[in-house]
């Protein structure tokens, strides 16, 4: 069974900070990683993707890689009230399970005004 | 607009009594699957379809059943519910079985069994 893990949490950050959220994965041979928030009693929705190691810049996001280490972040800087919410992390299965995503149980992040 | 719905969207039922979870997509969208989301345990993955009359297990599928006889379709069928199937489910499809393609959530099925 391939694993995707985070720290559930909770992080708490002042507004303005930056929040950092990790995920490690199992699957050494996973070429594809999503992260997703999900509001309270929401569903999930997708903010960033990343496939190439290194850092994928999307506004006040941050995704970053490293396949060798089989760790994937998400950086949020300027953190406001808004981005209160679980993040979850997913990765795109190998080989015979490449249609499949497996998500991590998720962070939940709150920002302090 | 393109959109995953889900009915109901809560539901409060008894151990035992059939009960179906409707799904639809007007995306056009090849694969659908279905998930059930637990304090803890995250999102697990129930059934999946590639597309019209192929389905297959994910991780939770035992006390389910879907189908998918048209593309745009995708019912959570549970036969006869029990009380450790009360969770948040969530309804999914994307183009394709392609991850780089967006997957797209329905709004949720809280569902508890009494």
């Known amino acids: 069974q391939k694993e995707v893990e985070q720290n559930s949490g909770p992080l708490s950050v002042p507004e303005g900070a930056i929040a950092s959220l990790n995920c490690t994965y199992s699957d050494r041979g996973s070429q594809s990683f999503f992260w997703y928030r999900q509001y309270s009693g929401k569903s999930p929705e997708l903010i960033m993707s990343?496939?190439?190691?290194g850092d994928k810049e999307d506004g006040r996001f941050t995704a970053q890689l490293n396949k060798a280490s089989q760790y994937v972040s998400l950086l949020i800087r300027d953190s406001q009230p808004s981005d209160s919410a679980t993040y979850l992390c997913?990765?795109?299965?190998?080989?015979?399970?490449?249609?499949?995503?497996?998500f991590g149980k998720g962070t939940l992040l709150t920002v302090n005004p | 607009e393109a959109q995953v719905t889900q009915n109901p969207r809560y539901l409060i039922t008894v151990t035992g009594k059939k009960l179906t979870v409707t799904c639809s997509q007007n995306?056009?969208?090849?694969?659908m699957s279905w998930y059930r989301q637990d304090p803890g345990l995250g999102l697990r993955q129930i059934y999946y379809?590639?597309?019209?009359?192929?389905?297959d297990k994910g991780d939770v599928p035992e006390g389910y059943k879907v189908s998918r006889k048209e593309k745009r379709n995708f019912p959570l069928i549970l036969e006869s519910p029990s009380p450790n199937q009360t969770s948040l489910y969530f309804c999914?499809?994307?183009?394709?079985?392609?991850?780089?393609?967006?997957?797209?959530f329905g709004p949720g099925t809280r569902l508890t069994v009494l």
């Open positions: 379809s590639m597309n019209v009359e192929v389905t």
């Open positions: 997913a990765v795109k299965g190998s080989g015979g399970s490449n249609y499949k995503l497996t």
């Open positions: 999914a499809s994307r183009y394709g079985a392609q991850i780089y393609n967006e997957q797209f």
């Open positions: 990343i496939y190439s190691n």
């Open positions: 995306m056009n969208h090849e694969y």
